[in-house]
């Protein structure tokens, strides 16, 4: 196997899991409310919740991005 081929699927695996990972943080996003409902119910802590969803987003991205680095 060529290294061109090599960076074409490594190319390939980050474009899908940047895909895949934008779309889960659409759906997160567009349908907060009910994520939220289904971990709590107080509004202080939906707050801070609603705060850290960066980080897990971030966390979202990065864990994606590991399998693929772990299939190379």
């Known amino acids: 196997m060529g290294i061109k081929t ?39 802590v939906k707050f801070k919740i609603q705060n850290s969803l960066f980080v897990f987003y971030v966390s979202i991205v990065l864990t994606g991005l590991q399998v693929v680095l772990l299939g190379i």
């Open 6 to 44: 090599a960076q074409k699927k490594v190319s390939l695996g980050v474009l899908i899991v940047l895909i895949l990972s934008a779309v889960v943080i659409m759906n997160i996003e567009i349908h907060q409310d009910r994520f939220l409902n289904l971990l709590t119910h107080d509004p202080d």
